[in-house]
């Protein structure tokens, strides 16, 4: 059983944007903006992470909440659209993605995650990489309904599938399928034009994340609508890039390991160095990988 430190072309041809600051987590990027995905599946930006919501008979579900600070002006705007908020999910315990929980839960919606992220969210914990500590959120932000696998519910007729990827990310990532309008949010599993965030403080690590990228792959299919933390809806071409990036960087951590070399040295190889155009700085990244990969040591291979 998981715990939690060992806690998924269009439209093809479509670019997900990369607007959003490289490594400010969460940063507001400008004025709410809605984009129709079809099929009663509307993407918000502009509060922080994308925001994913559903309209049924029944109301709204969302996928994440952008940051608090953005959370009043994300109500108006479903407000607006129509149909009470009912149910929440956080694809991981991050700000950007967990914003709008007091404001929900005190509205009385269901709020939905991995158990782990409801333990990060109660958590006093420090995040060394970020110099930041962070205190426990209040009891209307944690979510009510926890699950450690993944799977489904109806909601307004509509089937939701929820997805955990383990040790991503974070170690309670989740990623939310519409399979009827074959929709996929994945919150901060998936960047685009920047570099994915291993947090090796929450859980998170580049074999995660690699692993975590290849099963998304294999749940989507050309036409699929994949949604990702920042940026416009994307398809596989997306989640082959990363995939591309997460085993080649992955691989080459390994190496360096093997070879003895430390932090400064294995920069030093640039193992970064065909991704950086499209990328750009990978100073933040290649940290958090090699200290990141420093309890998975076994699983890298030809190590110890």
């Not at 479509?14 to 995905?37: I, T, Y």
């Not at 705007?77 to 315990?93: C, E, H, K, P, Y």
């Not at 958590?123 to 110099?131: H, I």
């Amino acid at each position: 059983m998981l715990s939690r430190r060992h806690a998924l072309a269009t439209i093809s041809g479509a670019l997900c944007a990369a607007a959003a600051p490289r490594w400010v987590f969460g940063a507001p990027n400008g004025s709410l903006e809605a984009k129709d995905l079809g099929t009663g599946v509307v993407a918000v930006s502009g509060a922080g992470a994308n925001v994913v919501t559903l309209k049924t008979a029944d109301g709204l579900l969302l996928v994440d909440g952008g940051l608090a600070s953005k959370s009043g002006e994300l109500l108006d705007l479903l407000d607006a659209r129509g149909g009470a908020v009912r149910m929440l999910f956080n694809t991981s315990w991050r700000e950007g993605h967990t914003g709008s929980n007091e404001a929900l839960g005190t509205r009385g919606a269901k709020i939905a995650a991995h158990v782990n992220t409801r333990l990060w969210l109660g958590g006093d914990f420090d995040v060394d990489w970020e110099d930041r500590h962070y205190a426990p959120r209040p009891a209307a932000a944690l979510p009510g309904m926890t699950f450690y696998t993944s799977g489904s519910l109806d909601f307004g007729g509509r089937k939701v599938e929820y997805r955990y990827l383990p040790r991503a990310h974070t170690d309670g990532d989740v990623a939310v399928f519409f399979p009827d309008a074959n929709v996929l949010a994945v919150g901060a599993l998936l960047a685009v034009g920047s570099y994915p965030v291993a947090d090796y403080a929450t859980g998170g690590w580049i074999g995660g994340l690699e692993a975590a990228t290849r099963a998304l792959l294999d749940a989507t299919d050309g036409s699929t609508k994949v949604v990702p933390a920042s940026g416009a809806a994307c398809g596989r071409a997306e989640l082959e890039a990363q995939l591309k990036l997460c085993t080649a960087v992955r691989e080459r951590v390994a190496d360096a390991y093997r070879r003895g070399l430390s932090f400064k040295e294995f920069v030093a190889t640039n193992p970064t160095q065909e991704f950086e155009a499209a990328r750009g700085d990978p100073s933040l990244f290649l940290k958090l990988v090699h200290k990141g990969a420093w309890p998975h040591i076994r699983e890298l291979g030809g190590v110890i």
